[in-house]
């Protein structure tokens, strides 16, 4: 069965455009997984973790797969390890970030679907939003651009490039 899911992407360290755009090309490279739409490319200020970090950038995949959404996590932390990321403390500067944010309808008894902290990170609402604004949080029965107004840091999300950045293969 094919289901439709959302990836939050983000790079702070080395090449950080490079990164997003192998990760997605990564991806997009797998036998079971459609990238069906990609967000803007938003810069935002780290949160959390060391104070002199570089700036986030930040993207939003749509895809279509018929993986489970363990084999999609293993396969996402691969990409996320091929591509240099060491996990050392929270909040740590990273290569690459791959995140489920939604998968499907599911609510999983995982602590990670939906994602546990979307509703309340701008720079994760901003580039959904830029894909389905009325898209559904499964739990808290709201839509992305109703939770996005709600947010605060908004302002602190910017575009730096439109959604033809990613050129999808």
Not at 5 to 26: D, H, V
Request: proline share 7%; charged share 20%.
């Amino acid at each position: 069965m094919v289901v439709a899911g959302y990836l939050s992407l983000g790079a702070n360290l080395g090449r950080r455009r490079a990164q997003m755009t192998a990760a997605l090309s990564a991806i997009h490279s797998h036998p079971e997984i459609t990238v069906t739409a990609v967000s803007s490319l938003y810069e935002t200020v780290a949160v959390g973790g060391p104070a002199d970090q570089r700036d986030y950038l930040n993207a939003v995949a749509a895809i279509e797969t018929t993986l489970s959404p363990e084999t999609l996590l293993r396969f996402t932390q691969s990409i996320e390890t091929e591509l240099g990321r060491r996990r050392t403390t929270p909040n740590a500067p990273r290569t690459i970030d791959i995140d489920i944010l939604l998968f499907g309808g599911l609510q999983s008894s995982s602590p990670i679907i939906p994602h546990p902290r979307m509703h309340v990170r701008a720079f994760v609402l901003r580039p959904l939003a830029d894909i389905d604004s009325t898209l559904l949080h499964p739990v808290l029965n709201e839509s992305v651009g109703t939770l996005l107004a709600k947010c605060d840091g908004g302002d602190d999300v910017r575009c730096i490039e439109g959604d033809g950045w990613w050129p999808s293969p």
